[in-house]
């Protein structure tokens, strides 16, 4: 009888969708709606009237939703991986895949709604929008190199990776 | 628990409202801008980053065991 060499990964991959689902939370509940420094599509209708902050409004509940599915997935993976004999137990593994998780988002997040697509960016109400969006990704990429440094404590010696 | 949790359901779908309630003045307007011919791109566009995360998060899932396990057992390189 062959038995499954021990992974890390399902843990890690579970960690990475719910942190960046959470990842996505803070964003929505601290950027757009306490600060409301910006929207999903503020660069393209800036919400300087009522309809247009209403419109944009709606456009950050789709989003938010997707967000939602995507920390429902990751809880299910979570769910999977803790019943797989295959995969050891690691707090330490899985804060790290949070915190990565988070860092991902960020910088997912960044690159394609701020820098490619320019939906929106960061702080629009400054007249320096870029120094707002590389500050973003910086606390994107240091939050990455945190949840990598913390998946690299959590090391088993029998594990594959 | 259980009556909980049904009675619970059940206050949701009472207050779920059978008309609108949003503002009557300004949710028509506020309908036409949401619904224009861009609605697809825009959904497409505000999705993307999210696809992209999901994608990578279920590919290190299920293929990321599966490789590692082919590097770890020098797949790569015995066929070299």
Request: one cysteine or more.
């Amino acid at each position: 009888m062959t038995t499954a060499p021990l992974t890390r990964l399902p843990l890690l991959a579970a960690g990475l969708l719910l942190g960046a689902g959470l990842g996505g939370f803070v964003d929505g509940i601290v950027l757009h709606q306490m600060l409301q420094w910006h929207h999903m599509l503020s660069a393209q209708l800036p919400p300087d009237t009522l309809v247009a902050t209403k419109v944009n409004m709606y456009w950050d509940g789709v989003f938010h939703a997707a967000v939602w599915v995507m920390t429902v997935i990751g809880l299910r993976l979570f769910w999977t991986a803790a019943r797989r004999p295959d995969v050891p137990w690691s707090g330490i593994t899985f804060c790290g895949g949070l915190t990565m998780g988070w860092g991902l988002f960020d910088v997912v997040e960044g690159l394609i709604d701020h820098q490619l697509l320019g939906l929106h960016h960061v702080q629009e109400y400054t007249t320096n929008k870029l120094a707002w969006d590389m500050a973003f990704l910086g606390f994107g990429v240091l939050l990455l190199l945190l949840g990598g440094l913390l998946v690299r404590a959590g090391r088993i010696p029998q594990a594959i990776d | 628990m259980k009556r909980l949790f049904i009675g619970y359901l059940l206050a949701i779908i009472w207050l779920l409202p059978t008309v609108c309630q949003a503002c009557t003045v300004c949710r028509p307007k506020v309908q036409a801008a949401i619904h224009t011919p861009e609605y697809s791109a825009n959904v497409a566009l505000l999705l993307l980053p999210v696809v992209v995360l999901l994608l990578l998060g279920l590919g290190l899932y299920y293929i990321g065991p599966v490789l590692a396990r082919r590097i770890t057992a020098g797949f790569f390189f015995s066929r070299s």
